[in-house]
């Protein structure tokens, strides 16, 4: 069946329920995305492909999201090459609204507020930035509700076998941050979905796949590099239960001259806080997440590896 596009709320409610109905369904997956999709957002389709009956992919640039126009307005739009790589996946339904129809009153005054752990790491270098994210990432999980767009709510419940079904939502776990606090916020405010977490996608070279790797010069793709040789380094040491000398790959980074780190540290998956002890001459025990983010040339690049002893 080919891949239906949606532009609005009232589409999407419907028409997934209607695949639910058609198919039989038990279950619903949910892919967010802001466009200009590579091989990491493929896996992510895939893996919600295989796990649920009807999947719905999102393409929406989000306003919120960035503190910068010129950023938002350089952010690559590709809406074809977007659906065909979708289709490909087996997608049944992609839901890409105009700003409009997800702000109808202009920027929303009532926003979620990304809380303390949203202030940390990339919070701090962009202020704001996940409070716009959470805010967007609320709207379509609730857009994506399985089944709540059909008036006939009974022919609904009758067609996935008499009882709700279940809600699945998929984030990369390059956007470490990001999983953490749609995690939390879904555990805080009750939604009624799973977090899917879907592993980091790298190129053959071990750059971690983004749509910002496009503004890259060869040059400055090649220095790039340095960061996950950094990460890899770090869970060598940390499998090896050696101590993981953060100083030693930090300073390994920092011998690039293309490259101006931000942060490079080893904190709790869950909690994002640092974790110490486990980075300096004592040998690593337990699990961590080492993270990095640095600018190459005037492109920002995130990345992170987990850590396990």
């Given at each position: ?55 719905v992919a999102s393409i ?166 340095v960061l996950s040789r ?80």
């Amino acid at each position: 069946m080919p891949t239906q596009l949606v532009t609005t709320a009232a589409e999407l409610r419907e028409a997934s329920a209607r695949l639910l109905v058609q198919k039989g369904g038990s279950s619903q997956g949910l892919v967010p995305t802001m466009g200009a999709l590579h091989e990491g957002h493929a896996r992510l389709a895939r893996t919600a492909v295989e796990q649920n009956d009807v999947v719905v992919a999102s393409i929406f640039v989000n306003p919120l999201q960035f503190g910068d126009t010129v950023d938002l307005d350089r952010y690559p739009r590709m809406l074809d090459a977007d659906l065909a790589l979708l289709e490909e996946q087996g997608v049944d339904l992609v839901f890409a609204p105009p700003v409009e129809e997800v702000y109808p009153g202009g920027e929303p005054l009532v926003r979620v507020t990304a809380g303390s752990l949203g202030e940390k790491w990339e919070g701090a270098s962009r202020p704001g930035h996940f409070d716009g994210a959470l805010t967007v990432v609320a709207k379509l999980l609730h857009y994506g509700i399985p089944g709540s767009g059909l008036p006939a709510a009974g022919a609904f419940v009758s067609g996935t076998g008499g009882g709700l079904p279940a809600y699945r939502a998929y984030f990369g776990q390059k956007d470490a941050q990001q999983l953490a606090l749609v995690r939390r916020m879904v555990s805080d405010l009750n939604f009624p979905v799973e977090i899917v977490a879907v592993p980091t996608v790298r190129s053959a070279d071990g750059l971690a796949l983004s749509s910002r790797n496009r503004f890259l010069s060869a040059e400055e793709r090649e220095a790039a590099l340095v960061l996950s040789r950094a990460l890899r380094l770090l869970a060598e040491r940390a499998t090896a239960h050696q101590p993981l000398d953060l100083e030693s790959a930090q300073a390994m980074v920092e011998s690039q001259p293309l490259v101006g780190l931000d942060y490079f540290d080893v904190v709790d998956p869950r909690t994002l806080e640092p974790v110490a002890e486990n980075c300096r001459k004592v040998p690593f025990r337990g699990e961590g997440l080492a993270i990095i983010a640095a600018k190459v040339g005037t492109v920002r690049l995130i990345d992170n590896v987990p850590l396990s002893s």
